[in-house]
């Protein structure tokens, strides 16, 4: 059933998906645990999102401004690497949002590829600190440098807004407790797994392409030292067996979000295991898309004798869940994130209140709702 778009722009980025970790008593590990909803599972509660939301979070922002005039802050923006394809879409709106919606000149906004190398990143977040940034947005090359970042940030008097990366959730509430300008955006990796799992469990045959009673599936992890990779590769598999589904793991296999490594991963195991291989789960689309060359090599056929799943719903990826090519995604909603992470940017800037951590709901992308994410997201 197709939604309004009006609903669709309440879902996604006027704060509906923004689930917190209450500031002074909680951290993102405390409260998300909780089921999804059907809501969240809507695609199409999303495309009025870059207008009618745009415009009321810009004007809660602006409203009343305590500090500087938006044309002149400083905001300086580090991503863990440009190659990386989600982030690149979330970078792309998070700066066209503050220029746009807030105000904020593009000269004044620098952005840094970290190029995967921690060392590299940290002397970005240097140099910004040495430019008189008024503000950063930090995508972490590895989370367990949150500290020493916040650390000299703090000491110099810039707040941090974290994103994509989650920090540990001591950390989080650490900020609370010492009274740290610190704050996490993203969205719960939980919640993306356990939607790759309900895709494959809500199928006739709950992911059983060979029929004999077991799903057994391999596994193309990110990074697993990254808490996103940890929960998607743990809840997806969650999600089936509390549908009542026995399963098998053939192969979990580390891919670090490439799309090479996911088609080298998919081909080998397809090579080991053949025909036994019911389910290919992927931490992210990159990998899926690889997975699928994978596959397709291999003369098999995703939806018919084998399944895959990917998270992030690339555009790529969306239109071949449209196309029967493959099982599912998951939308992780990259407009309501940059959104956030740049409206408590301006916040911390503007001296208002900002919690420790906000969560953005993903969403399930199956072929009943392909067609309003791709709308969206093209």
């Not at 602006?62 to 440009?82: C, L, M, R, T």
């Not at 105000?103 to 620098?110: A, P, T, W």
């Not at 356990?194 to 009673?213: C, P």
């Not at 080998?268 to 053949?274: D, K």
């Amino acid at each position: 059933m197709r939604l309004t778009k009006k609903i669709m722009a309440m879902a996604l980025a006027s704060g509906m998906v923004l689930s917190m970790a209450a500031c002074g008593g909680g951290s993102s590990t405390a409260d998300t645990t909780a089921a999804p909803t059907e809501a969240a599972t809507t695609a199409a509660e999303a495309e009025d999102t870059k207008a009618d939301s745009a415009e009321t979070t810009a004007a809660e922002v602006n409203e009343a401004v305590e500090g500087k005039d938006p044309a002149e802050v400083k905001v300086g923006i580090s991503i863990y690497q440009f190659a990386d394809n989600f982030m690149t879409l979330y970078r792309e709106e998070l700066e066209k949002y503050l220029i746009e919606e807030l105000g904020v000149k593009k000269e004044n906004i620098s952005i840094m590829d970290g190029k995967n190398d921690q060392g590299e990143q940290m002397n970005q977040i240097r140099n910004f600190i040495t430019q008189g940034c008024d503000v950063m947005i930090i995508n972490l090359v590895q989370a367990s440098s949150e500290p020493t970042v916040t650390e000299e940030c703090n000491a110099a008097g810039i707040p941090v807004v974290y994103i994509n990366r989650e920090p540990e959730a001591e950390r989080e509430q650490a900020w609370v407790d010492e009274g740290i300008k610190a704050t996490y955006v993203g969205a719960d990796a939980r919640q993306s797994g356990t939607f790759q799992g309900e895709e494959i469990a809500e199928l006739e045959n709950k992911g059983d392409a060979d029929g004999d009673g077991v799903v057994r599936y391999i596994m193309v992890q990110g990074d697993p030292e990254n808490v996103d990779a940890q929960y998607r590769t743990e809840f997806s598999i969650q999600a089936l067996t509390d549908a009542g589904v026995e399963v098998e793991e053939l192969v979990k296999m580390r891919g670090d979000w490439d799309q090479t490594k996911g088609q080298e991963i998919t081909a080998n195991a397809l090579s080991q295991h053949g025909a036994k291989i019911d389910v290919v789960f992927c931490n992210n689309d990159a990998m899926a898309l690889g997975a699928l060359q994978a596959i397709e090599a291999a003369g098999r056929k995703v939806n018919e004798d084998i399944y895959l799943v990917g998270v992030d719903a690339l555009v790529e990826v969306v239109e071949h869940v449209m196309n029967d090519k493959m099982t599912g995604t998951v939308f992780n909603d990259y407009f309501g994130q940059a959104h956030t992470a740049a409206d408590k940017a301006m916040d911390f800037v503007n001296g208002k209140d900002v919690d420790n951590v906000y969560m953005v709901d993903y969403v399930k992308v199956t072929t009943e709702n392909a067609a309003e994410i791709l709308d969206l997201i093209k």
